[in-house]
């Protein structure tokens, strides 16, 4: 199973890759030494290199995305500040609360 699940992360389709990616995750946690074994066996003497080269790829992918985000977040919160402050300012407008013309 581990092999073929290797196998998979040479797949075209995305969520095919991701889906192997996850399966290993799974067989490797607990540290079943059988799975750990074979894992271990497979990349010593595989010359297939795709693998590293997906996990490599969707690493950077993550770092991209979780970049991306914390930008969005950080606009998102300038937007929201901004807002408030000219909800402020025709609120004082409004109650004829300015104190400068």
Known sequence: MTKRALELTNHPE????????????VLLHDGHKGIQSSFLDYVT????????????????NALINIKE???????????RKQDAKVLFFFFLKK???????
Do not use: G
């Open 45 to 60: 003497t595989s010359q297939d290199e795709q693998f590293f080269t997906q996990v490599q790829d969707r690493l950077q």
């Open 14 to 25: 995305d969520k095919v890759v991701d889906a192997a990616l996850r399966l290993l995750v």
């Open 69 to 79: 985000t914390r930008l969005l977040d950080s606009i998102k919160e300038n937007l």
């Open 95 to 101: 109650k004829n609360l300015f104190f400068f013309k």
